[in-house]
């Protein structure tokens, strides 16, 4: 579904649509399957549950999962549709995912990657 694209991003192709919720929101078992394949360190038990972080046009936004999404869906908030050219939705669209390090530096700077004390990896330790 994604590939590599440059040193912080991977392309991918979406149908993307207006959802009336709060957050960006895609389904939730290929939220996880991404989340494993791009976030996952392999080391030990891991979330699989932290957001995703995409961009379409020059707007990066945190992506989750939700089991109502349509799979291949990006389902974005009405206000972040506002000055993206999203036609006749759902519409076919090129979106990045950040990678691991680059989406933890957003994440972090906006205060939502989940720290060490919140890791599933310390559990227990």
């Known amino acids: 579904m994604f590939e590599r ?3 912080s ?17 895609m389904h939730s078992d290929q939220h996880e399957q991404i989340n494993e394949a791009v976030y996952a360190t392999g080391d030990g038990v ?4 932290a957001p ?7 707007q990066h936004f945190p992506v989750h999962g939700n089991e109502n999404v349509p799979t291949n869906t990006l389902a974005l ?7 993206c050219d999203v036609r006749n939705p759902p519409s076919l669209r090129e ?7 680059h989406a933890e530096r957003l994440l972090t700077w906006s205060g939502g990657w989940p720290d060490s004390s ?8």
């Open 5 to 7: 694209f440059s040193r």
């Open 46 to 49: 891991e979330r699989l549950d």
């Open 52 to 58: 995703l972080v995409m961009k379409l046009e020059s």
């Open 95 to 101: 979106v990045l995912l950040a990678r691991r390090e």
């Open 77 to 83: 908030p009405e206000p972040m549709l506002e000055g």
């Open 9 to 25: 991003y991977y392309l991918g192709r979406l149908y993307v649509t207006p959802t009336d919720g709060d957050h960006a929101l």
């Open 118 to 125: 919140d890791d599933v990896r310390n559990a227990g330790t």
